[in-house]
């Protein structure tokens, strides 16, 4: 929990409210972030913003950035360790898909506990569950992290909390694409291979931080297209998003794996750099 | 303009407010209709209400029905000509895609005017954009009105309003679907066809009372698997909703279509019922 409460910002101000007219509720027409708050402060800001000024863009949101950052900056919930969630709107409109004369984007900032996950899903690994909700393909939103995320909660609603800690999610073809909230890496001998998301699942930035620290180390790293066969190639494989870090994967459909020295070792980094 | 503004409800109560920690704004985790309200009153209400029902069901949402039936019906805004939008979400809940311990469901109820469409695009017929945007495919959702909506916020962005009134979307393999806010009839020669739903699209309620009126006055009726070129074969075409009823195609892809006797038949059926 929390040391204070931060409270809630609309569109600059304290508040818990929005109006019932907004496009975010309305069509879920906008985008977020959820950024870890340690003691030290935010964990990868800079990559957070960087997604968010990129799914504006693709959702032909781009109104003036710097005003928005500056409203970012200022909210006061960086000061206190957690989870800060950044919601961005196209704002508020009439009724119809048309989005002229809507009055907008309405900024949404709020400040949650950080989750309480046991210590030892990160020690000794996770059991993962196969979600049998797959993720459609549209490469005009692949890798936004925008608000229209029924398929996640269809598939985090396919498993109990006590038996699995994250659970797989394929593609309507088939293939590997991410967690229901992380992404996924495999290390097969001397390679990282993580999938790629052209065509759908949300860009991480952990995993984008994670793709450029494995190769600044020397490692060959490829993202590609994955059938869950490759799964089977894996030495070690492991889950990891900007809030909790790197999961490690212990078992998989009556497969055991050891907690790998590769994936130990990107946990250190992770480690080091913010003590997550 | 209505007469009189009627009030938006939010949980029963007069209300422009939502809680900022609902999920439909956080995931689109919800459902929603649009009725249009005549003089005479709700048009397709049953039918409406029943695909509620069935999208709640879906979304595994399916709280006690019957007093979510009576908050809507006790809504003011059914005696007031126009269009009424209800809107249930799953409610308020913490971070996270998990809906255990959501307060829920929320209901949001709210009335506009009647759109202002040019009479004579009912009369002579509309033009129709193609539409870049795909729909992808996601058996678990199709058919639903659900709240994630941003194909058609993106579709809708690809033409200004002069020069086309509706545009056509096909899903990712190429099949044809339906128009951004309305279904999609042909008519080949003895047989009447509309695409089938069963990977994405909404099942609109004006589709679903022409496929039985059609039925019912000895028409052919097949709802099947499409290609582009099934439009070529049409001798006449049509977009449906339950809003503005029926619109002629006049005009796609530089070819032009008359506005043909079958067409007219069932806008007759329309107005006979509803003075639409």
């Known amino acids: 929990m929390p040391d204070r409460e931060i409270e809630s910002w609309v569109n600059g101000s304290p508040g818990q409210q929005l109006s019932v007219r ?35 863009r693709q959702l032909a949101l781009d109104h003036d950035w710097e005003p928005l950052e500056a409203e970012i900056h200022a909210y006061p919930g960086w000061s206190e360790p957690g989870v800060v969630k950044l919601v961005v709107t196209r704002g508020e409109g009439g009724r119809g898909y048309a989005s002229d ?9 709020t400040h949650h506990p950080a989750p309480a996950y046991p210590p030892h899903w990160a020690v000794k690994g996770i059991r993962v569950f196969p979600c049998q909700t797959r993720l459609a393909p549209n ?8 608000l229209n995320r029924l398929e996640q909660v269809l598939a985090r609603r396919e498993w109990g909390a006590e038996s699995f800690q994250e659970g797989l999610m394929r593609d309507t073809d088939g293939h590997l694409v991410e967690g229901v909230f992380s992404n996924l890496f495999m290390v097969q001998g001397q390679t990282v291979v993580t999938p790629a998301l052209d065509s759908c699942g949300v860009a991480g930035v952990m995993r984008r931080w994670l793709l450029e620290e494995f190769s600044r180390h020397g490692w060959q790293v490829v993202s590609g297209t ?11 494989w492991f889950f990891c998003n900007s809030v909790y870090g790197i999961w490690p994967v212990r078992e998989w459909q009556q497969r055991q794996w050891p907690v790998g020295a590769v994936t130990r070792q990107a946990q250190q980094w992770v480690t080091d750099r913010w003590q997550l």
């Open 226 to 236: 994955l059938g869950q066969s490759s799964l089977q190639l894996a030495d070690e």
């Open 139 to 146: 490469p005009l939103l692949a890798g936004v992290k925008h």
């Open 22 to 56: 907004d496009r975010g509720l309305a069509y879920g027409d906008g985008v977020f972030e959820t950024v870890r708050v340690t003691h030290s402060g935010p964990v990868l800001l800079d990559f957070h913003l960087q997604r968010l000024r990129q799914g504006l």
């Open 101 to 109: 004369g809507v009055r907008g984007p309405n900024r949404i900032f």
